[in-house]
């Protein structure tokens, strides 16, 4: 009874404990991707403003 009991308690600790931590990290990147997704999303739409601009600018001396 004494080993056996023990090493199980203990490998279902583990299990229990990685599964905590795992659960932490996930929350901890989701919040984090979703800071850096809006960051991301608002520096986009600017770049992608200014090669509008950059695009329109191009197309208009061409065309004179």
């Known amino acids: 009874m004494g080993k056996e009991d023990?090493?199980?308690h203990i490998h279902a600790l583990t299990n229990e404990i990685e599964?905590?931590?795992a659960?932490?990290?996930l929350q901890k990147t989701a919040r984090l991707t979703f800071t850096h997704r809006n960051r991301f999303d608002i520096f986009n739409t600017?770049?992608?403003?200014?090669?509008?601009?950059?695009?329109?600018?191009?197309?208009?001396?061409?065309t004179r």
């Open 6 to 8: 023990s090493s199980s």
């Open 19 to 21: 599964k905590r931590s």
């Open 23 to 25: 659960q932490e990290f």
């Open 46 to 62: 600017k770049t992608n403003r200014e090669i509008e601009k950059l695009s329109h600018t191009k197309t208009k001396s061409f």
